[in-house]
């Protein structure tokens, strides 16, 4: 097993079965959930409990979402996904000015929240130079995220990373043996390098990414899998791409 980073998401809403959807959602791509029904339960949380992205509510009884929003922004840059199924464009205007990442209206796509709690996390630890994640094993490989390096363990070989290749690399690490979707690795990487902002960087970046597995004899290799995406393999009895 990889020894990685879960994601730790706050979701606030007053509205048990909008907790317990959304909380389910996300505990199926194996996150950590802590449900809260109000913003006073959230300032709790917060003391006691590192939260990497919470999904706030709007509207919520005694401090609402954009009073909580403002009080988290003065203790902490957590990544903050606002959600409201009554938000006007000045209210979102509003609350994006305030520090939230992301609006997204209710009734809440599942799928879509997942995609963006899970891209918004990745993004906010690479913000926070990543001091709260742990370097992570590659096969036979060790990524050291703070000094952008792909090590093997086992000799004194390694391969500089650019941040696209990085977080690229993390994110199928993240996901491993799971697929990840042209689009997730898309959004993983478009605010690293700019001049990637199509699908063939992609390509680029994965071809790149293999020719440096190849050269420090990585015992994973990242395969293709058709209409879908990319993920890692483990390719133990193959000795040298």
Known sequence: MQNMPIEKIAVVDDDAITRFLIGSALREHQMEV???????????????QRIDVIILDMVLPQVNGLDALTYVREQSDVGVIMISSRANPQQRLYGLREGADDFIS???????LVFKVRSLALRVSHQHGIT???D???GNCL?????????????ENHCALTEAEQRMLTLLVQHQPQVCSRKLLLQCIS???????NDRSIDTLISRIRLKLRQLGCTLSIISVRGQGY???DDLPRCNG
Do not use: H, N, Y
């Open 34 to 48: 802590f449900e809260c029904g109000s913003a006073e339960e959230l300032f709790v949380l917060l003391e006691k």
């Open 106 to 112: 209710k009734p809440v796509l599942t799928d879509e």
């Open 132 to 134: 709260e994640q742990q």
């Open 136 to 138: 992570l094993m590659v």
């Open 143 to 155: 990524l050291v995220l703070d000094e952008g390096l792909l090590v093997r363990v086992d000799e």
């Open 191 to 197: 605010r690293s390098e700019i001049s990637f902002s």
């Open 231 to 233: 993920r890692l393999q």
